[in-house]
């Protein structure tokens, strides 16, 4: 996997299509010798993806790439944005989040991946881990948690030469 000192200056990012399944977020400007955490969420929901990235954004190290709303829309960014973390749904409009982890899994140098979801049953919790997610949480217990996992990664990283990897602790 990438270093996660890699860092785009884009001022900003739009993943998907105009017909709303996308999510406009600023992108920070870090400094160059700065460790961030790239991070990328795919969740249907407007306000949760909008609460995700402001809480995120107060996060020093973290840079949010980009957001998606659909299945379509976040294959497609995540692999023109290379995120190290990934927040993803299971739920999605046009088909689930597994269809995104099966996807982005399938490639050498895939982020890793942290399941969010409201459908926290122990069939999903285990399809998922099958399928290669890093990190299964509940969106109605754990919400906190995805933030002191993004912290713990990135303090990490910063101690590690090669980056984020799939080494990483979890």
Known sequence: ?????????????????????????????????????????????????????????????????????????????????????????????DGNGLDVLKEIKQHDSCPLVMMLTNYAYPQYRERCRQWGADYFFDKSQDFEQVIRTCQQLLSWSERQPEGLTHASPQ
């Open 1 to 93: 996997m990438k270093a996660i000192a890699r860092v785009k200056t884009e001022s900003s990012f739009l993943s998907g299509n105009s017909e709303g399944d996308s999510v406009q977020t600023p992108a920070l400007s870090p400094k160059a010798d700065q460790k961030q955490l790239r991070v990328f969420i795919a969740d249907d929901s407007r306000r949760i993806l909008a609460n995700l990235i402001a809480l995120l954004q107060q996060e020093k190290g973290v840079q949010i790439v980009g957001a998606a709303r659909t299945t379509k829309a976040a294959i497609r960014a995540i692999q023109h944005l290379t995120p190290d973390l990934v927040i993803l749904d299971f739920r999605l409009p």
